[in-house]
């Protein structure tokens, strides 16, 4: 199991943006909370956890920049300097939008499994703060 956790305190509300890209199938499940990635017979389970007041799930979206009016910021026409632009039709992106918030508080947790059948049937990550991690 591999987990990505993100916790931060903005000093004004904000809408926050995570997102992870892949070239698998992306399939939700219909609470928004945990997700299966398939590609090439491999099987990745993804779970959603947090702890805030305000709502997250997961939805997906192509892979494509996002407009600056869409994200409510300024994007300077610099942003990117690379000299080809990569071809992004066969990559999607699993996303998760929390609006309206100064705190974030999310983790995603990622596990491989055998099957789409075999989705663990409760949660593979109990929240922790990251102040509160240690290795075994």
């Not at 992306?26 to 398939?38: L, M, V």
């Not at 990117?80 to 995603?108: F, N, P």
């Not at 947790?109 to 059948?117: E, G, L, R």
Request: glycine content about 4%; hydrophobic content about 40%.
């Amino acid at each position: 199991t591999v987990v990505i956790q993100d916790e931060a305190v903005f000093s004004e509300k904000m809408d926050i943006w995570w997102f992870a890209h892949t070239q698998g199938n992306i399939r939700i499940a219909a609470d928004g909370k945990s997700a299966i990635i398939t590609r090439s017979g491999i099987t990745l389970y993804a779970e959603l956890i947090t702890d805030m007041e305000a709502a997250a799930s997961f939805t997906v979206m192509e892979a494509e920049s996002l407009d600056a009016d869409y994200v409510g910021c300024t994007v300077g026409t610099d942003y990117y300097t690379g000299d080809t632009e990569l071809d992004r039709s066969s990559i999607s992106k699993l996303c998760v939008r929390v609006d309206d918030t100064q705190e974030l508080r999310l983790a995603v947790a990622f596990k491989v499994i055998n099957s789409p059948a075999d989705a663990p049937k409760s949660s593979i990550y109990t929240w922790q703060d990251i102040s509160q991690w240690k290795a075994d």
